[in-house]
């Protein structure tokens, strides 16, 4: 039987489009990933153009078996060697999350194993506190922390903690006081900040998932060369001067976003909450004035660049006025959109030259996106907590766990 300080727990996480696995255990009171397992769905969804629930469901059933087999041998883990089953609950799409719930119930069952619904946000909130165990041939085995360049204590020196959670369905700012007591300061009132990422990247013509894509595309906003610009300015000349039709896909007046400036929704309201379906509206006015075979590199750069620093200007603008109430002793991002590397330098700068007393921790690039051994962080600290009859009830209760579409964050 294994003692309090090494529980560990086999997590799943469907909650969407990623089938996910992961071994978790609760070394030197941290949580500490052994096995890390993720399929992605990303190929068969881009050609939609978004994830299908029906079809994620079918993939999460065919792919759930062996990626769980293969988090439990890359951690050299068996079912006697587990204290528990963790689960992605809620929310998310049901028919994904029902997949999930449902063979984590079967596996309860059959290993007589306490089952343990996780919240998928708190889930990311909790990547934050993730460690890795590593062993090279010179070192010993360590525990290194995968949350930036800082360790994020388990105990009470990380409270209060402020999160930003910025996902595909999820824009809120979120203070906790301790371990799993969520305050929701404010959140959107429309569409989520990862959610208008998808959302212009589909009008731009970008593939699937358009986050990455929006990101990519604003890195190269600049950058496309004299030789390039050079070479529309002559191509649109030579045609006005000698009468000809206007060369197709340059569109270089128009492609010229230097002072492009989409509004910033919301960012003097005075409190916590976000709106974005209004600047996605306004981005789709700004391609519309152009026509579609002039959206060429520089325009589709242009309006990323644009967007995206519109976007990240409200994120960072609300966060630190919450910084400045609350002064919380650490800061965290949290979500898909956590791994945008522009939010991660924005709110980096500002931590580090206005509020010196917190602390700014962001997960690895990992476990930012949709895994289990976020899943798995969570249920361990929530694991430790419990009595030995609470642990019992989980046991004799797992298979009445059922998923939860629109599951709340809740206390323990």
């Not at 119930?105 to 007589?112: F, M």
């Not at 990547?127 to 010179?138: G, P, Y």
Request: hydrophobic letters at 40%.
């Amino acid at each position: 039987m294994h003692t309090e300080k090494s529980l560990k727990i086999l997590a799943i996480e469907t909650s969407c489009d990623d089938t996910a696995a992961a071994v978790v255990a609760l070394v030197g009171g941290v949580p500490t990933v052994l096995s890390s397992v993720v399929s992605s769905q990303i190929e068969l969804h881009r050609q939609y153009g978004g994830v299908v629930p029906a079809l994620a469901a079918r993939e999460h059933v065919k792919n759930l078996v062996p990626v769980i087999d293969e988090a439990l041998r890359a951690s050299d883990t068996g079912p006697n060697d587990i204290d528990a089953i963790a689960v992605t609950q809620g929310p998310g799409l049901i028919p994904a999350l029902l997949a999930g719930v449902s063979g984590a119930k079967a596996l309860a069952s059959v290993w007589a194993k306490p089952l343990i619904g996780i919240h998928h946000i708190e889930g990311h909130i909790y990547a934050n506190f993730i460690h890795t165990l590593t062993t090279d041939n010179s070192q010993p085995t360590t525990i290194e922390s995968d949350s930036g360049n800082r360790k994020l204590e388990i105990g009470n020196s990380c409270f209060p903690l402020l999160a930003l959670v910025v996902s595909g369905g999820h824009t809120e700012l979120v203070l906790m006081r301790d371990h799993f007591e969520y305050e929701i300061l404010g959140r959107t009132k429309d569409d989520a900040a990862g959610e208008a990422f998808d959302k212009v990247a589909k009008m731009l013509g970008l593939p699937y998932p358009g986050g990455p894509e929006v990101a990519a595309r604003a890195a190269q906003y600049g950058k496309e060369g004299p030789s390039l610009r050079d070479g529309l300015v002559e191509a649109i000349q030579d045609s006005e001067s000698s009468g000809s039709p206007r060369p197709r896909g340059l569109g270089l007046a128009k492609t010229d976003k230097k002072n492009l400036c989409f509004p910033r929704p919301m960012i003097d309201s005075g409190d916590y909450d976000f709106s974005f379906s209004g600047l996605k509206t306004a981005v789709l006015y700004e391609i519309r004035k152009t026509a579609e075979e002039d959206r060429d590199e520089p325009f589709i750069n242009g309006i990323c660049h644009a967007f995206q620093e519109a976007v990240v200007d409200v994120l960072t603008a609300k966060t630190r006025r919450a910084i400045e109430e609350y002064a919380p002793a650490t800061l965290v991002i949290a979500g898909g959109v956590s791994a945008n590397v522009l939010l991660r330098e924005s709110l980096s700068t500002i931590v580090a030259s206005e509020f010196p007393y917190t602390a700014f921790v962001v997960p690895d690039f990992k476990y930012s996106l949709d895994n289990a051994a976020m899943i798995g962080s969570a249920a361990l600290l929530r694991y430790a907590r419990l009595s030995p009859k609470e642990r019992e009830a989980l046991k004799k209760n797992a298979i009445d766990l059922e998923p939860d579409a629109n599951l709340p964050l809740s206390k323990p």
